[in-house]
């Protein structure tokens, strides 16, 4: 099969993903792609938003569609890093075996990951960063495909851990889940509060996955838009030349060259899945919120004068 059927072929694929989807979930179409884009992209989510938003369903309902083993981890303040990547453990032969802990999915759910220590964090990071884990010295892969859909709450702050800005910076996107509209919630209350079952089929298998992953990295990609997204990324940084006065005001610390790489790996899959054969300034702008959002850090003049991260990051392109 050559490139352009196998695009062809992807595109056909994440229509009947979307489909199946929103069988289940009402509305939320930014944040079903960017969820798709993330993961055919092979990087990891964070999800922001009040609870009661279904973070967890939509979630739980992509790995359904994907045919991948899923789990979820509820994050709290006495989880320990052995709890989420196994132990070791005396058998009946009085040898040492390993017991896998439940990072050994396809798609891990880490909900409400700011509830749980830097030390628990910090081995789930590990996990993103290397798709591998170590425990009493010995290094164990994790399954392919693997993704991390990590989930916060934004408001209730008494009792956490806020993520610091470099563990911030493995995930890919940051996705902010909003309130329905009232259209959206009249459908919600109408399908949740009877007792139809809702069946989602498999759509996709992770060997297919895998393929479209390679497939993604290998378009081909015009060296303006290469230069664009770099150009994008330099204006958030203080001390560079390309940095506006809106920079200088607002921001008092800027994206690092991760953000580039995944601006462009992300309009890379954005193009693809709109059957496009390679990527465009258009498929940067359009990846640029989830991936700059938790990247750069606002100073206070800017809360003082009610500039939000996005309002800045619109502001740059």
Known sequence: MSDVEAIDQLVVKYKELKNEIHKV???QEDVVDQVLISIFSR???LLVGVPGLAKTLLVNTIAETLGLTFNRIQFTPDLMPSDIVGSEVLDEQRNFKFVKGPLFHNIVLADEINRTPPKTQSALLEAMQERSVTAAGNNYKLPAPFFVLATQNPIEQEGTYPLPEAQLDRFMFNIWVDYPSFIEELAIVKATTTDTPIHVNKVI???EILKFQ?????LPVADNVLEYAVKLVGKTRLNNELAPQLTKDFL???AGPRASQYLIIGAKCHAALKGKYAPDIEDVKA????ILRHRLVRNYKAEAEGYSMDKIITELL
């Open 205 to 207: 298998s992770g060997e």
């Open 287 to 290: 990846v640029a919120l989830p």
């Open 252 to 254: 008092s610390w800027g």
């Open 43 to 45: 990087g990891h989510c």
């Open 25 to 27: 979930i009402v509305g």
């Open 214 to 218: 390679t497939l993604i990295r290998q």
